[in-house]
């Protein structure tokens, strides 16, 4: 059985809605925003102001919808803070967008001059880390992976605030479809899904939250109901299973109605909602730089869609703090007594 300490307890309450579910929108991409304005521009860098500008309008704009915002410290934060309103939970970023690649795998790492520690200090709810991570990787690459996890856990641990843990499988150099961007592997193996979620459930990873991608190809996911629905939920089921505690949906660059069926498959396994940016604000964003169009488009379709979103989310989505790791009584603050100030250790 699973005991959340009182200030993971507290920031997993705050990422949530008052009904325990997960409405999250992710401001915190680098690459799938900062690219596409450099190529606009015809320029190597985008510059500062579109990229932070434009994170700016996805907090004005989608905040009323979401339970929380996942914020990166260069542009989201110095931009949209001000923006944010202190009811909504602040998740914020810890990895790099930039890995070092190598014949064997990826390797990542922390943003430079940024911490666990900074994110607690300046009134985080919550960290969230991105671990590229192929079970088949080079044995080095796989154990620095690990190694980054877990250092990452144990800070989380230290100062008291839940750990966001997001895999993504990626193509290695002797693959197909080879890529670096953050978009879901075409032709992933469902296994190397599970393998890695099974992997990161050790107790010594200290995750709170799993950030997990579809185990089936988005465009194969045909949606509660639908035909062949019973053996995609199946991969679901035991993704669900071998995680071990509450976990969330991201969109991984699928479309809207993709995205759509990939959560009914997961809220009937056991999620407890979404934290997903492209399918949300892609579209809007496709009319850079065009600010009055990314207005209309985040105000109006993208903000039709999360409301869609959550209503299925309120419908099917489980509460997190009844699930299951958590035991009969469920997620709840402890000991319930004057003991407590006696017993919670400081940093």
């Known amino acids: 059985m699973t005991d959340l300490t009182p200030g993971k307890l507290w920031g997993m309450r705050r990422m949530a809605d008052d009904a325990g579910r997960f409405k999250m929108t992710a401001v915190d991409q680098r690459p799938p925003i900062k690219r596409p304005i450099a190529t606009h521009y015809g320029t190597t860098e985008a510059p500062y102001d579109d990229v932070a500008g434009f994170k700016a309008l996805l907090v004005e704009t989608l905040q009323r919808e979401s339970s929380a915002l996942l914020l990166d410290p260069h542009f989201a934060i110095p931009r949209g803070i001000d923006l944010l309103s202190p009811a909504r939970g602040l998740i914020v970023t810890l990895e790099d967008s930039i890995f070092r690649e190598t014949p064997e795998g990826r390797f990542s790492s922390e943003i430079d001059d940024w911490s666990v520690e900074k994110i607690k200090r300046m009134g985080g709810d919550a960290v969230k ?14 154990r620095h992976q690990q190694d980054f996890v877990k250092r990452i856990g144990e800070a989380c641990a230290r100062y008291d605030i839940p750990f966001v843990f997001e ?10 479809h080879q890529t670096r961007d953050y978009v879901e592997m075409k032709g992933k193996k469902a296994d190397d899904v599970l393998k890695s979620v099974a992997e990161f459930a050790g107790a010594d990873y200290g995750v709170d939250l799993f950030k997990l991608e579809s185990p089936v190809n988005a465009a194969d996911v045909p949606g509660v109901g639908n035909e062949g629905a019973d053996e995609v939920q199946a991969v679901f089921d035991e993704m669900g ?107």
């Open 241 to 347: 299973r071998l995680a071990g505690r509450p976990w969330v949906m991201l969109s991984a660059g699928a479309g809207k109605a993709e995205f759509r069926n990939i959560l009914t498959h997961a809220y009937k396994a056991g999620a407890s909602g979404y934290l997903a940016g492209r399918a949300i604000w892609l579209e809007a964003f496709s009319h850079f730089p065009d600010w009055a169009k990314m207005r209309s488009g985040l105000e109006g379709e993208a903000t039709a869609y999360m409301r869609d979103l959550n209503l299925l989310t309120d419908a099917e989505a489980a509460p997190f703090a009844a699930h299951p790791c958590y035991g009969p009584e469920g997620a709840s603050f402890r000991p319930k007594d004057a003991s407590f100030r006696h017993t919670y250790k400081g940093f």
């Open 129 to 142: 880390v991105l671990a590229w991570y192929r079970p088949d990787a080079g044995e080095n690459v796989n």
């Open 167 to 176: 895999l993504l499988v990626y193509p290695l150099p002797k693959d197909a």
